[in-house]
């Protein structure tokens, strides 16, 4: 039995008037995502726990089948194991975006998607100018980067930028135990930036400068107990981002590399098949996360989000069904998403999403049936890690 879990993150919405009142998922043309909601079982399930934040990492853990109100410490240091970056027990993880203020309002929590080149650079300069002994910044990937602070105040309140896209910034600077400290590295940061080279470039080329550095998801390194352990299961994750390839190491699992992967449009999604295929030639597992859907949802772009999950149908969910049918041996496919990301927020909500479980080989049948945020009457039935618990289970049981 291959098992294969496919996430469009964020793809879940509200209804959209320019897309004649339909939410994104409603709209799009994704023909194999409907032929998997036609021949498996769907159910709007829960994701987030009652009083935890709807971030992609307490929701995908839900979707490995971990409760992440067992587990979860925070974001950031997630993020550390997927980059590899060593933690003491004491130390504490702040994940630090690039982002784009104005006028004191955030514009923009990616920088305008700035490019992993120019990232790394300008976190090399905050580094040079405020890294000292025990307070290390590390570069990410595009706008995604980390600091790991030895005794660092763990207990703060921070916002995540992407959920105070147009808000004034200053209302929602981190609030709490020795927030002092936090906002004097982001005040300081503006300095770092004010002339630098990366964005005076990209000021000539029309493009958004970061302003400054934005801390948040802070917390002590996590433990998970492996999926060996839980279920019987060696396999893999393809994300193009850390905080997957964090849960994936902490779970034991895969993380690979696939060149091109960038977590937006532009991502490599052949690759990304090519290494889920890969894996599930010798192992039984593989998870597959695109990003995409989720940051159009943050750039509140409708069209756009409606396209990433077309190219996710298209480009994922398409040829690797297919690559389990033309094998002709048993499979169970999941598809789903984390959370909402509606458009109209720019942000995360916690309401119930959908996802399919496809039991096959299901041969030349072209059932198709509503996978959206509707579907089932719009209620939620279970909670999402329950409900993975039990099919991966079975697994362990044979």
């Not at 004649?20 to 726990?49: D, F």
């Not at 570069?139 to 030895?150: A, C, F, N, S, T």
């Amino acid at each position: 039995m291959k098992y294969v879990v496919l996430v469009g993150d964020g793809m879940g919405d509200y209804p959209v008037d320019a897309l004649g009142g339909k939410t994104p998922l409603q709209a799009a043309m994704a023909p194999t995502i409907a032929k998997i909601a036609g021949l498996g079982e769907t159910r709007l399930v829960q994701t987030v726990p009652e009083g935890m934040p709807p971030g992609s990492d307490v929701a995908n853990l839900a979707l490995l089948g971990y409760d992440a109100a067992k587990n979860y410490t925070g974001r950031a240091p997630i993020e550390a194991a997927g980059a590899e970056i060593p933690m003491t027990p004491s130390d504490v993880a702040f994940r630090c975006n690039l982002v784009t203020v104005l006028d004191g309002i955030m514009d923009d929590y990616s920088a305008g998607h700035i490019t992993t080149e120019e990232g790394r650079a300008l976190v090399a300069s905050v580094q040079e100018r405020l890294g000292r002994e025990g307070l290390t910044f590390h570069p990410g990937v595009q706008y995604r980067h980390l600091l790991v602070w030895d005794g660092g105040p763990a207990e703060c309140a921070c916002m995540p930028p992407h959920e105070i896209a147009d808000k004034p910034a200053e209302e929602h600077l981190p609030a709490g135990g020795r927030q002092d400290e936090i906002r004097e590295l982001m005040e300081l940061s503006k300095e770092v930036f004010a002339d630098h080279p990366v964005n005076r470039k990209r000021i000539a080329e029309g493009k958004k400068p970061a302003t400054q550095i934005w801390l948040w998801g802070q917390g002590n390194a996590m433990q998970l107990e492996s999926y060996k352990t839980l279920y019987g299961l060696g396999g893999g994750v393809i994300s193009a981002v850390d905080l997957l390839k964090g849960i994936a190491k902490l779970a034991g699992l895969e993380a690979p590399d696939v060149e091109g992967a960038t977590g937006f449009l532009d991502t490599n999604y052949q690759g990304k098949v090519d290494a889920a295929l890969e894996i599930l030639e010798r192992e039984d597992f593989v998870f597959i996360h695109i990003e995409a859907p989720d940051e159009c949802g943050h750039m509140g772009d409708a069209q756009k989000k409606t396209f990433a999950i077309e190219e996710f149908d298209a480009k994922v969910c398409a040829p690797v069904l297919q690559w389990l049918e033309d094998r002709g041996e048993a499979y169970t496919l999941l598809l789903c998403t984390d959370h909402r990301t509606p458009v109209a927020l720019k942000g995360h909500t916690a309401e119930p999403v959908p996802m399919a479980v496809l039991t096959g080989p299901v041969g030349e049948n072209d059932a198709q049936a509503a996978f959206d945020e509707e579907m089932n009457g719009g209620a939620v039935q279970c909670m999402a890690c329950e409900w993975i618990q039990e099919i991966l289970t079975a697994s362990s049981d044979r």
